[in-house]
T-cell receptor
Framework: QKEVEQNSGPLSVPEGAIASLNCTYS??????FFWYRQYSGKSPELIMF????GDKEDGRFTAQLNKASQYVSLLIRDSQPSDSATYLC???????????FGSGTQLTVLP | GAGVSQSPSNKVTEKGKDVELRCDPI?????LYWYRQSLGQGLEFLIY????????KSGLPSDRFSAERTGGSVSTLTIQRTQQEDSAVYLC???????????FGEGSRLTVL
């Protein structure tokens, strides 16, 4: 079983819709959770992080964390074609002091 | 520097040659990671440093790959006797050990002919 799993893509949504990206993790001791965006040919860039259960909103992005279910998600409201990228979930284990990435979900927003 | 710096940005080499890739992390970041990414693929974890030690070398694909970090700062990834399947973008990232937030360099694109 992979330590960090993301829903398989590719995911296509129409412009203006809500894109929902999901991630589950196996280490219950995980402390910090990150979403990275990677455009084709570019390095990953951090777009959201969340430490506590619940929702965290930043503009059109909302990260949701449920530690009991070992689940973290990213919602993108009013999706734009410029949101088309691969989204990587990453989980930081305090005990291992190490960050683990999921395999990524490719999102395409159709104009 | 302001960000993670990697060099060279592009390297073309012949099969069988050795290559050395360099990463200069953000000042004060004690954790340093190396990843490999082939075209259209996800991030492949190679090695992780905490200070100068490497608690996890499990991702190194073969004994042709080695990495070191000195002074808790600059790291070098060395690939000996390169093969065509080594062609990829090699990404370095550094993070503060408490927050885990990772900052990536622009990568070194390696092409083995």
């Amino acid at each position: 079983q992979k330590e960090v799993e993301q829903n398989s893509g590719p995911l296509s949504v129409p412009e203006g819709a809500i894109a929902s990206l999901n991630c589950t993790y196996s280490d219950r001791g995980s402390q910090s959770f990150f979403w990275y965006r990677q455009y084709s040919g570019k390095s990953p860039e951090l777009i959201m992080f969340i430490y506590s259960n619940g929702d965290k909103e930043d503009g059109r992005f909302t990260a949701q964390l449920n530690k009991a279910s070992q689940y973290v998600s990213l919602l993108i409201r009013d999706s734009q074609p410029s949101d088309s990228a691969t989204y990587l979930c990453a989980v930081f284990s305090g005990s291992a002091r190490q960050l683990t990435f999921g395999s990524g979900t490719q999102l395409t927003v159709l104009p | 520097g302001a960000g993670v710096s990697q060099s060279p940005s592009n390297k073309v080499t012949e099969k069988g040659k050795d290559v050395e890739l360099r990463c200069d992390p953000i000042s004060g970041h004690t954790a340093l990671y190396w990843y490999r990414q082939s075209l259209g693929q996800g991030l492949e974890f190679l090695i992780y440093f905490q200070g100068n030690s490497a608690p996890d070398k499990s991702g190194l694909p073969s004994d042709r790959f080695s990495a070191e970090r000195t002074g808790g700062s600059v790291s070098t990834l060395t690939i000996q006797r390169t093969q065509q399947e080594d062609s990829a973008v090699y990404l370095c990232a550094s993070s503060h050990p408490n927050t885990g937030e990772l900052f990536f360099g622009e990568g070194s694109r390696l092409t083995v002919l």
